[in-house]
């Protein structure tokens, strides 16, 4: 095969090991096939203008056309002319595909479900990748270079999969671009990429000079520069919780005593969890609270507003005590009463904040967890995470009188200064709203319950999940006017203006206290993820207020007159309850892995809703699926693979002694006989040695120097069998290579595919197995027979003595 082959067949295997990493995206993936077929058709065309040859532009050009005609004939062949040519209505058609697309992606949970616009995406942006590697590493002979491309879609994969990129995608991508460097082979090193920093040395590496080649620096530059990035962008995209192999449930610290809980923004996929078609449980746990109504399970709190978004500070983390400290500002006249809760976590729930009811006071759970004093939080080290995790938990429930909060005085200056700091860019409207919703309201108080009712049951909100998510000062002040959205907006909007007021407020995230089951337990299910605003007033610390219509329920302390709420979805347990739940969740119990960048779950089923086990993309079964595919490439290609041994082991077969250089004759004129006949030329044993070359010759059409050195190498074979002292023949394989070359310059491309793919000489293999068969049922018919004619003497033997 020619150096351009092999580097087709590198670039080729490099785009799709690279494209592996999207997997966990899409779901089924079936795309992959799509991708694989289309790049097949665009990288033969690559070998076919190559061949021609065509200039370098014209080649990418007919490879951009041929892949525009497949694309169209694939994804809008009922708007195309004859079904492949794009015209007006074609290029509409993508253009509605990408929009709707697009739209899919902001509203579906990873793995996304394989709809058409989907699909577009994916598989044109493989395609476009795949035709960058092609024109860099084949058509320029620059592989090193096309490392870049690759490490493109690797990184987007990556940012994107939610965890999913773990160390199996990012192994296959850099096998694949190793599989390309080595394509290009040793000989064509020296045309690697541009040297970075000056110009090219010539020469070879000498053993003085200690200097290597300029490719070989170049190599080496894209290779550090390639698994830098690799290494820093993927801790970068939002998506994922660290760097390139850390895991979705990987703590912020290191261990031991100290130690920091990293700036997030757990947010950004509360959207799509709402959206879910089908509810699923992420968390069952038993209570002996008489009341599960204000039991909220919050996981962290967001304490920071800069503009753009909601996020917590970043703060030193700690051991955990083995009683945790008294919560800020809470007074011994605020009425609490201790209660227990034993919680077991979904083995699918994968995340690294500990859901707990605030303000917990007690935890006991095993693993490697810390404490952050501030946010009252528990979060996981060194790869701890919730799954499957069994706790209790002994928390406050506090309950606060409307007259004891109307009556809180002023909170220390420095928590003022913090927890009422908002950007300078709010807009005004913001604040003039939040003063005219509160106008008569006397104390704090009474200006975050007016706020509250705002939200709930004055204001006209709608609760819509489909309303475009936003987290900056633009999205409240449109939200305000609009008057619908979700949780995150009426969470956001209130702790904005309450700041605005000058009430600290901060942003809990977390779920509702769920549903209640017929065995006593509760039930938390992905639908019930909720963010609420939490504000501070002194002599109570941090009480939750509800202002998201329709969800949750409305805290006593806020209702002057208003009956007692329900549940969340049904009724409450039996109280005194403290036993461990009775039936954990199954294993199919499990969410969407969207809420992996909420560190919440483990990977399941697309957004679509289609049934799945709650595994997402399982990567056994992938690497399955890839060895399965190697394995059908394999077998195809085993006849090639097995010539190119046996042409190695012929033509490598050197020897020190007579009697070796005489076996390599041999070897080699056995070779030039099986490449003839891999043409055509059908072998004619009983002929000698200078017949036969003048019959392949002939046969063959050889001409010029093929002819001759065929005619050379029969005479190196007379010299062997009947010289008493033959001479050694020297450039045995340049021979076979110009013999090689003739037979490839006569032949016509069918035989040419013919003898390289499926070689006629192979045919020997049959021969060499059916002979080994026949000698060894020879030999077993001898030693039966032998067996037999033992065993009959012996009995006749026996016989005789007995008669």
């Not at 671009?177 to 080595?182: I, K, S, T």
């Not at 310059?745 to 070689?759: F, H, N």
């Amino acid at each position: 095969m020619s150096g351009r082959g092999r580097l087709t067949l590198g670039s080729y295997a490099a785009t799709l090991m690279a494209a592996s990493a999207m997997l966990p995206l899409v779901r089924p993936v079936t795309w992959i096939f799509t991708a694989a077929i289309l790049l097949a058709v665009q990288s033969g065309v690559g070998v076919f203008t190559r061949r021609v040859p065509l200039a370098r532009p014209l080649t990418v050009a007919a490879q951009a056309v041929v892949t525009l005609l497949a694309v169209t004939l694939v994804f809008a062949s009922g708007h195309a002319l004859l079904g492949f040519l794009p015209g007006p209505q074609a290029f509409a058609h993508f253009a509605a595909l990408f929009e709707a697309g697009a739209a899919d992606i902001g509203r579906y949970a990873i793995p996304a479900p394989d709809t058409e616009g989907i699909r577009l995406m994916v598989v044109g942006g493989v395609l476009v990748i795949g035709l960058l590697v092609d024109t860099l590493a084949v058509t320029f002979r620059s592989a090193a270079a096309s490392g870049l491309p690759l490490l493109a879609l690797y990184s987007v994969a990556a940012g994107l999969s939610d965890g999913g990129a773990s160390w199996l995608w990012f192994l296959l991508a850099a096998s694949g671009y190793l599989l390309l460097l080595l394509s290009e082979g040793r000989d064509r090193l020296s045309q690697w990429g541009r040297v970075f920093g000056g110009a090219p040395r010539t020469g070879a590496r000498g053993a003085d000079s200690g200097q290597a080649l300029a490719p070989v620096r170049t190599g080496r530059r894209i290779g550090v520069l390639a698994m830098g990035i690799a290494l820093v962008v993927p801790a970068a995209l939002p998506a994922l919780s660290g760097g390139l192999f850390d895991g979705p449930g990987e703590g912020p610290g290191t261990g031991g005593k100290g130690g920091t809980i990293s700036a997030v923004n757990p947010l950004v996929s509360l959207q799509d969890n709402l959206r879910q078609p089908e509810d699923r449980e992420v968390l069952r746990y038993r209570t002996n609270a008489p009341d599960v109504n204000g039991m909220y399970l919050r996981l962290v709190a967001l304490d920071q507003f800069d503009g753009t978004s909601w996020k917590s500070s970043v703060r030193p983390i700690e051991d955990v005590p083995d009683r945790l400290p008294r919560p800020d500002g809470l007074s011994d006249e605020v009425r609490s009463t201790e209660v227990t809760g034993n919680f077991v976590a979904s083995t699918t729930y994968e995340q690294k904040w500990l859901p707990m009811p605030y303000p917990a006071a007690k935890v006991d759970i095993d693993g490697r967890w810390r404490y952050e004093p501030a946010g009252r939080m528990l979060v996981g080290d060194d790869r701890q995470t919730t799954r499957g995790a069994r706790y209790t938990v002994t928390s406050l429930d506090l309950q606060p009188t409307a007259g004891q909060l109307a009556a809180a005085s002023p909170p220390p200056a420095k928590l003022l200064s913090e927890y009422t700091r908002v950007p300078g860019s709010l807009p005004a409207d913001v604040r003039s709203t939040a003063l005219a919703v509160t106008s008569g309201a006397h104390n704090d108080y009474e200006r975050a319950v007016k706020l509250q009712d705002w939200f709930t049951l004055d204001g006209g909100f709608r609760y819509d999940v489909d309303v475009e998510s936003g987290t900056g000062v633009q999205a409240i002040s449109r939200f305000l006017k609009q008057k619908e959205g979700f949780c995150v907006h009426f969470s956001f909007s209130m702790a904005a203006m309450a700041r605005v007021l000058g009430i600290p407020a901060r942003v809990a995230v977390g779920f509702m206290p769920g549903s209640a089951q017929s065995d006593g337990t509760m039930s938390v299910g992905i639908r019930d993820a909720h963010a609420w605003p939490e504000l501070y007033f002194e002599g109570a610390g941090w009480v939750r207020f509800e202002p998201t219509p329709t969800r949750g329920s409305t805290p006593e302390y806020t209702r002057q007159q208003a009956p007692t709420g329900t549940p969340t979805r049904s009724a409450q347990p039996e109280a005194g309850a403290s036993a461990l739940p009775s039936v954990t969740p199954s294993a199919s119990d499990s969410c969407p892995a969207q809420l992996r960048r909420l560190g919440e779950c483990g990977p399941d089923t697309a957004a679509a809703g289609d049934a799945s086990d709650g595994g997402g993309v399982d990567p056994l079964k992938v690497l399955l699926w890839c060895l399965g595919v190697a394995l059908v490439i394999l077998l195809a290609l085993s006849p090639l693979l097995w010539r190119t041994r046996v042409r190695t082991l012929r033509l490598g077969s050197m020897g020190r002694t007579a009697e070796d250089a005489s076996a390599r004759t041999l070897a080699v004129w056995r070779e030039i006989n099986d490449t003839a006949w891999d043409h055509g030329v059908v072998p004619n044993e009983s002929m000698t040695p200078r017949k036969a070359a003048a019959r392949i010759v002939r046969l063959g059409t050889l001409e010029g120097e093929p002819a001759n050195a065929v005619h050379r190498v029969a005479r190196a074979v007379e010299q062997v069998l009947y010289a008493p002292q033959p001479r050694p023949a020297t450039g045995l394989a340049e021979e076979v290579a110009l013999v090689r070359a003739g037979f490839h310059a006569v032949s016509g491309r069918r035989s040419r595919l013919r003898a390289l793919l499926a070689p006629r000489s192979n045919v020997r293999v049959l021969w060499a197995a059916s002979a080994r068969w026949s000698a060894a049922t020879d030999r077993w018919s001898a030693w039966r027979g032998d067996v037999t004619a033992r065993a009959t003497a012996a009995f006749r033997r026996v016989s005789r003595q007995r008669g």
